[in-house]
């Protein structure tokens, strides 16, 4: 069982920046694979980026490839997401998941945090 909670939403303006981390629970963090997810009302839940847990390796949405970076630092049990260059369209609640692989699809990750809130100003 792993939880995660996520933090660093706000508010910036269109070409801004802002850092959001997740912190899960629990001694085995480096064993999972871990994502960003984003939501905006009345729209399905969206693949943003993920990390793998073996290698490192990333992989990214096309709309925010170039844009965001996702990071891990297992001694932390933390996962980060950077995002610099923010458009208003960016503007969704993100949330934190965790799984055993890698994927882009929702259905492949069980554990979800509560989601944190970003909003991108024009």
């Known amino acids: 069982q792993v939880q995660v909670v996520e933090s660093g939403g706000g508010l910036v303006q269109a070409g801004g920046s802002l850092r959001l981390s997740c912190l899960a629970s629990?001694?085995?963090?480096?064993?999972?694979?871990m994502a960003w997810f984003r939501q905006t009302p009345g729209k399905e839940r969206e693949f943003v980026a993920t990390?793998?847990?073996?290698?490192?390796?990333?992989l990214y949405a096309d709309s925010v490839k170039g844009r965001f970076t996702i990071t891990r630092d297992n001694a932390k049990n933390t996962v980060y997401l950077q995002m610099n260059s923010l458009k208003p369209e960016d503007t969704a609640v993100y949330y934190c998941?965790?799984?055993?692989?890698?994927?882009?699809?929702?259905?492949?990750?069980?554990?979800w945090g509560q989601g944190t809130q970003v909003t991108v100003s024009s």
């Open positions: 629990g001694r085995t963090f480096s064993m999972y694979t």
């Open positions: 998941a965790a799984g055993y692989s890698d994927s882009t699809s929702r259905s492949r990750y069980n554990y």
């Open positions: 990390i793998n847990a073996v290698d490192g390796s990333t």
